[in-house]
Structure formats: structure tokens, C-alpha cells
């Protein structure tokens, strides 16, 4: 059990780094145990598979987190075997598919669409279908139930639909023999994977010319993009701070501020209460994203409205970091408009019954707070991200 | 991912590319001529009067090629032209071309050169829409009723005489105001004269006259289910091409129309459509066949961009709607009604504020419709928007046009329902299908508006005791203002729910460049 206050957090980093290390390691061998658990069941549907992953990966865990969860797995497990057992009555393909995913997903340094598409490609590779059509359908049902598994990761749907963008619509493949056209289909996965893959590095390019000598950067939450951005940055010998906020209930701030302690980069731990506090010293923010909307709005790990608003108040820009698989055709209006991702928050302290937690993982943060989307196609302001998504989906 | 849809871009830079190109070779080309052109310009610039002195003095000065000497030459001719006619005719348009063309930086002036002597068979291999299509693509442009000659000339054309409003509005002078209700008896007894008229045509315009047919769908689907009509009757006359002779007719069809009442943008968008379908048809087609074609087009068209568009966006708009809202929406919209009730259908738990205003209270219309659907209403008028908001979660509203900088062109209201609801942060749903979409950008509601009747704003009906207003028309300093829409600006919308998805405002220009061409090609 972490009982832990703030001042401790920055009194006493040295220390806790070294937690982190030891966290990490125990971490390794402590997720296996749920995540067999994970890949044959889908977990409580209260609970977002796409956070709890984030968190393992990312985050720096709680033991006891870890076992709400798996009770949380283990509560209603009777919710998945109906449904599956509807679906696995067709070859039991889907089955597979998710079984898949989860494999790959178990890879902390593979994104989540990256890991879909995989997984896609390992159906069409052990796909029996003899026509396109059927492999297409097969395709289809096996995106869908990859999508249904875990509605609320964006770009695990986002990805899904990418990749069945990319590899149905193609006109050559009408006029090729079904098998060669199947090698160009997995051909084509695999490329894709790829792309997805460098993506993270043509952003780091793109966006560590916005980081200029001697300036202050706030970030929030773990994003791989963002610690590539700045890794990048750090390699090129540009002299910057950073500062980390905590990124509580994962802690997610104490994992990125030791990558970055490793870098040799300046770091300060806030905790996320301290955004307004220290914004006047900070030149520009820097968040990643679990989706960029059709808006132009992202949405992402809960806290980066309030730290968009504060920087926009502040005149500070608000720097986006994201892959264009994360694009989604989705529109919220508002923070309720969208499927609720929660996620189980441990409070340090026993919470009376009576009293109500939010728990909600993530939040939208509208487009007018944002000012560049560093992405794989390009530096975008948040309203040329509707546009490229209507050009990759029309 | 990134093939496809790139492929158009490239190629348009390559176009740029080409032509700047163009201008490189030409500069490099005639070098010395572009020198001695230059001066010979300066001088003639200088002194307007000594025009035999250039032509003398250009091929003095410098050795030009030979093509180049002929050009020098015929300026010369025609500034000497000029120099004859100009005391008698003031300045017709075509010697004023020279004029002007000496005014223009060097480098333009090349461009001109260019085609008439070296290049001229490379530019037109080059992608680039000659210079007549382009001019075509842009609108003409309105008609300004506050220009006199073309007021002159449009009165004379007209079919339908109008008297003008007596006390016109002084800023609104550019927009036709005339007397209402004076038509209806002119068209009347009109009816056998104007001989070209269809029937059906006809009855649409009484319709639109007489305010019976009105919101912009139905007013389109209206237009073109007349035109159906007349192009089925329709032959074309002994020695006349149909598509000649169609486009005519259409057109005296449109201005019969436009004199019932101005034409909205999204009814301008479906002609655009079909005056584009008449041109394409090949000339080897039977008569019979073309218009089977131009019908079944017609119908498409209605299909397409009108009823399945709105089943696509009934389908978007419903995924807003959750259980608990209260649901804003003002005056009567087609396709916010169906959404309404498509939403009450599938069982979700809202209620609807239905906000209206005089003169036309169409609210009334839909209240009773939803109401007797058996969804919980609220009636109010716009006075009270600002009391209603606070409790509203989603804003509905429906536009005549969405504009190319995401303006939404509606019912004169629209706007300040829509800037109230952004000041309370509530969200500004527009619905409206995509081929109301429009190319021209417009910044306020005055450049382009419609005037309704000033007499029913200062009429009140069935209360006799509101009388101030009577005989409004004989005092000289009062000047009634009736417009029917307004541009709310891009700022105030959340978001514009079209068949094309929910995009958001910025991304209009994007689907007007993306599917604009398509409108024409479907």
C-alpha cells in the first residue's frame, strides 16, 4: 500500500526512482497473472481494458490496484462466455483474434493500434477464405469483434478501421489470383505496421524543433510520442526542463520523469494540483493523446483539459503529440459524450460506501485549447485534423 | 493510408510548377525585348500624347526579334488609333485594353507574349482550365438593385411587373424590395399571355408567391419537380439543339421564378446540378432518351442529396441525443423534426424547446406536430431564449446554406439563438445537407438577404388594438425592416451534422472542394 503525499514525492525522488525501478520489475512477473486471466475474458466492462493496460505499461502500480482489478475481472465473469460463445460459433475466429491482440498489446513498447493491425494480419495469414469477399467479411467480423472487445481505446478503433481502409481498397487486387493477392494483403499489413511503427520517430522529428534552448516544458502523463519528442531533443544537446506532473492514480508522472532523469534532462515532479501554480514559469506544454476527434480536440488521460485551459489562459501553447492511427471519427460535444472509460482509483485510505469516486480515465479537451498537433502527416492545427480525417475515411 | 487521396495535389503542383516555369522561359527568352518593351512603356506612360515618337523609337533603340517587331508595331497602330478616336468616343472597352496592359508589371506582361508567339502549343497541353472556364467558375455577381441602368435593363426582361416599395430601407437598397401582394392579380392575368410558361412551373411560382410552399428543401424539391414536369412536355423546336434550347427555357423558367421570389442558394445549387446535366447530354442522343435521362437525373438528385441525405443525418444527429437532454431548437426545421422524432422512436428520454418568433411562427407548426407525436414540449419566443438556455443541453438548428468559412446562413434569428447558447456553453448542432453547401464566403447578413413583406411585422393579426402601426406606408421617415435571414459566424457552431458525417465548421471548405464537382457529376 502507497500512502503518499506530495511533499514526500519531491523530498524524496531519489528514493522513490529507485521504488519505481524495483516497481517495474515486480511488475513484469506480477501482470502475467491477470493477463492470462485477461486474454480468454473480457474484463468487467465497467472497467476500461484500454486504461488498465496504459496503466501497467505506463504507470507505476500499485499491488493492491492490481488485485482490485483482478476481482473486478473476477466478478462478473459469466458476461463474456455468452457472448463468445455466439461468436465462436463461426471457426471461433474472432476467439483467436483477441487472443491475439492481447499478445501483442503485452508489449510496452507497441502501440495499441499497431498491435490490432498484427493481430489483423494473423487472420488473414490463417484465413481459410477462397474469394476476397470472404476474406474481407472475415476481416470485418474479426475488426469488430476486436472493437467490441474494448470500446473505449481509440486507437484500437481507429487502427482497426485504418487498416481495413488500407487493405480493402485497392483495385489491383481484383485482378490477381486470390493467393498472390493474399501474400499483398499481409504484405501490406506488415507495411502498415511499420508506418505506424516510425510514425513515433517522424513526430520526434517534427517536434523537437519547437523546443528551443533553455525553455520549460510541462507535460502531462506518459506518452511515448512525447518522451520520443524529447529524447530526440535531448540527443540533439537542446538544453530544456521539463516539468512532470504526478499523473495520479498511475503515477504515470514519476515514470516519465525517471526516463527523463536517465537522460540527463532536468526534471521537477508537480503534483496535478500544481499546473496553475507553475505555469508562469512554463514556455509550452506538452501532452500526447489516446485519441485526436474530429474536432481537432483530443482525448486524453484525465487532466489534460484543466492544463489546456490553464496554458490557454496563460498565453502558453498547448503542443500535441500523436500518431495518425489515433485519429478517430468521433465528434464529442461535451466531457459526457463519449463511451465512459473508468477505471478503479486508489485513494491510499478506505472510502466510505456512501461516498461517490469519479472515476472516469480520460477527458476531452475542446480544440481552441490546443495549438499544434505534432503528427505523422505533418504539423496540423487542430482544424486541419477534420480535414485529413475526411480524406482518409471518405 | 496516404495514396490515394494525395494523388490530386501533386498534381495541381505540378501545374504550378509548370507554369511558373513558363514565366521563367520567357523572361529568359526575350531578355533584350523585355528591356526595350520596358522603356518604350515608360515613355509612353509619361507622355500619352507622343505616340508616333515610341513606334520610332522602339526599334531604334534596340534590335528585337522579328516577331517582337510586330508587336511593337501593331501598339504603335493602335495608339495611334487611339490617339484618332479618342476625342470623339470617350474610351470604348476595346481601346482601353492597350491602356491597361501598360500599366501591369513587366513579368505579366510577358505571360501574354508568351502565348501568342513561342509557347503557345505547351500551354495548352498544361492541365490548367483555359482562361474562359475558369472565368466561368466564378459567380456572377449579384444583382445590386441600388444600380440603376441594370435595374433598368432587369425590369425589362422581367415577366411580371412589380411595383417598387415606397419607404425602402436605406441600407438594404442592393436587395430588391417591392411591394407585396401586388403581383399575384399581375400574374393572373398574365397567365395566358406568358406563353412559354409550364404549368407546373407556374403553379410553383404562385406557390412560393403566396408563401405556401417555404423552407429550403421543399422549396427545392418543389423547383425541380416542376422542371421534371416541363422537360417531360417539352420538344425541342425545328431547327434547335435540345441543349441549347433546354437551358433557355430553364432559364426564363428560373427568372419567372426569381420574380416570385429570390432564389435560396441551396435551389441555385440543385440548378447549377441540372443546367450542368442539360450541357453534358451528347448531342447523338434522341430526344426521348435525353429526357428520360434529364428526369431520372432529377429524381436522383431529389434522392440523393435530399431524402437519403437526410436519413444520414437524422442517423448522425440521433448518436447525440442522450437520455435526460433538453433539446433547443428554433423555428421549423425539416430535418431537425425528423430528428425529433426518429430520437423519440428509438425510445430516448429528452425534451424539446421549441423557440419561435414573429412574424411567421412556424414553431407553432412543428409544437403541434411533436406534440401530437407525444413528445414533451416547451413553446417560447425568442424574447426568451436567455431565460430557456441555462436548462437546454443540445441546440438544434437547421440553415438555408452553410458558407464556405463556416458561416451558416438561416432564419433571421438563428444567429441569436446560436450566440446565446455559446455564451451559456451549451453546444450548437447546425443540421443541414451538403448540397446547401456554397463556395462564397460571407462576413455579415446584409450583402445578401432576402426582404419579406414589412406589412406583417407591423400588422399584428387578431389584435385590433395594436394599431399603431396603421398606414405606416404614408410616413415618409419610417422605414420597415423585414429580413428572412441572417449569417450566424462560424465561432458560435459546435458542429454542422451533414451526409458527409459531423465535421466541424472549419471543415465546409474541405467538403465543398472535396465533393463540390461531384454535385455537378452525379
Known sequence: MWRRSASFVLDKQQQQYDDVEKQESSLLSSTTTPSMAETLQNPSPKISAYYQTRAAHHGVVTSDWLAQAQAAVGRDPDDHPSESSSKSNDSGKPFGVIDDFNNWRKQPDLAEAVAAIRALASVIRSSQATTMMELEIELKKASDSLKSWDTTSISLTAGCDLFLRYVTRTSALEYEDFDSAKLRLIERAEKFGEISYKARKIIAMLGQDFIFDGCTILVHGFSRVVLEVLKMAAQNRKLFRVFCTEGRPDRTGLRLSNELAKLDVPVKLLIDSAAAYSMDEVDMVFVGADGVVESGGIINMMGTYQIALVANCMNKPVYVAAESYKFARLYPLDQKDMVPALRPIDFGVPIPSKVEVETSARDYTPPQYLTLLFTDLGILTPSAVSDELIQLYL | ?522
Not at chain 2, 423547383?223 to 426564363?252: C, G, H, V, W
Not at chain 2, 425510445?347 to 423557440?355: D, I, L, S, T
Not at chain 2, 445578401?448 to 396603421?470: H, T
Open chain 2, 1 to 522: 493510408m496516404e495514396c490515394s487521396p494525395r494523388t490530386p495535389r501533386i498534381g495541381f503542383d505540378e501545374a504550378i510548377l509548370g507554369n511558373t516555369l513558363h514565366h521563367f522561359r520567357a523572361a529568359g527568352f526575350n531578355l533584350t525585348v523585355a528591356s526595350g518593351a520596358k522603356k518604350a512603356r515608360g515613355i509612353s506612360g509619361k507622355a500619352a500624347g507622343t505616340v508616333v515618337e515610341v513606334a520610332n523609337d522602339l526599334p531604334a533603340t534596340s534590335k528585337p526579334l522579328k516577331e517582337k517587331m510586330s508587336k511593337s508595331e501593331r501598339r504603335a497602330l493602335q495608339e495611334s488609333q487611339r490617339a484618332a478616336k479618342a476625342a470623339a468616343k470617350g474610351g470604348a472597352s476595346v481601346h482601353e485594353q492597350p491602356g491597361k496592359t501598360l500599366k501591369q508589371p513587366s513579368q505579366k506582361k510577358d505571360g501574354p507574349q508568351v502565348t501568342s508567339s513561342v509557347a503557345a502549343s505547351e500551354k495548352k497541353g498544361g492541365d490548367r482550365p483555359p482562361e474562359k472556364d475558369r472565368k466561368k467558375d466564378v459567380p456572377p455577381p449579384r444583382m445590386q438593385f441600388d444600380d440603376k441602368n441594370r435595374v433598368e435593363k432587369a425590369k425589362r426582361r422581367a415577366v411580371v411587373k412589380q411595383t417598387e416599395a415606397r419607404n425602402r430601407v436605406e441600407l438594404f437598397r442592393h436587395l430588391p424590395q417591392y411591394e407585396h401582394g401586388t403581383q399575384l392579380p399581375d400574374l393572373e392575368s398574365k397567365f395566358f399571355l406568358l406563353d412559354p410558361m409550364h404549368p407546373a412551373v407556374y403553379k410553383v411560382g404562385i406557390q412560393y408567391l403566396a408563401g405556401d410552399v417555404h423552407g429550403g428543401n421543399a422549396r427545392c424539391i418543389a423547383m425541380l419537380q416542376a422542371f421534371r414536369e416541363a422537360i417531360k412536355d417539352y420538344t425541342t423546336p425545328q431547327e434547335k439543339t435540345l441543349s441549347r434550347d433546354l437551358t433557355a427555357k430553364i432559364n426564363s423558367f428560373v427568372s419567372f421564378l426569381i420574380a416570385c421570389r429570390p432564389l435560396s442558394i441551396s435551389m441555385g445549387n440543385a440548378l447549377r446540378f441540372l443546367k450542368a446535366r442539360i450541357a453534358k447530354l451528347s448531342a447523338t442522343l434522341a430526344e426521348s432518351e435525353a429526357k428520360a435521362s434529364l428526369c431520372s437525373d432529377i429524381d436522383r438528385f431529389i434522392n440523393e442529396k435530399i431524402v437519403v441525405a437526410d436519413k444520414v443525418i437524422v442517423g448522425n444527429a440521433v448518436t447525440k441525443i442522450r437520455d435526460g437532454d433538453v433539446l433547443l431548437t428554433y423555428g421549423s426545421s425539416s430535418v431537425v423534426e425528423m430528428i425529433l422524432l426518429h430520437a423519440h422512436e428509438l425510445g430516448k428520454e429528452f425534451r424539446v424547446v421549441v423557440v419561435d418568433s414573429r412574424p411567421k411562427l412556424e414553431g407553432q407548426a412543428l409544437l403541434r406536430r411533436l406534440v401530437g407525436k407525444g413528445l414533451r414540449c416547451t413553446y417560447t419566443h425568442v424574447n426568451a431564449v436567455s431565460y430557456i438556455m441555462p436548462e437546454v443541453t443540445r441546440v438544434f438548428l437547421g440553415a438555408a446554406s452553410v458558407l464556405s468559412n463556416g458561416t451558416v446562413f438561416s432564419r433571421v434569428g438563428t444567429a441569436c439563438v446560436a450566440m446565446v447558447a455559446h455564451a451559456f456553453h451549451v453546444p450548437v448542432l447546425i443540421c443541414c445537407e451538403a448540397y446547401k453547401f456554397h463556395e462564397r464566403v460571407q462576413l455579415d447578413s446584409i450583402c445578401s438577404n432576402e426582404l419579406g413583406d414589412p406589412d406583417v411585422i407591423a400588422k399584428v393579426s387578431g389584435r385590433m388594438d395594436v394599431n399603431y402601426l396603421d398606414n405606416w406606408a404614408n410616413k415618409e421617415n419610417l422605414q420597415l425592416l423585414n429580413l428572412l435571414y441572417d449569417a450566424t459566424p462560424s465561432d458560435y457552431i459546435s458542429m454542422i451534422i451533414t451526409d458527409y458525417g459531423m465535421v466541424p465548421p472549419t471543415s465546409v471548405p474541405v467538403i465543398v472542394r472535396e465533393y463540390g464537382r461531384e454535385h455537378l457529376l452525379i
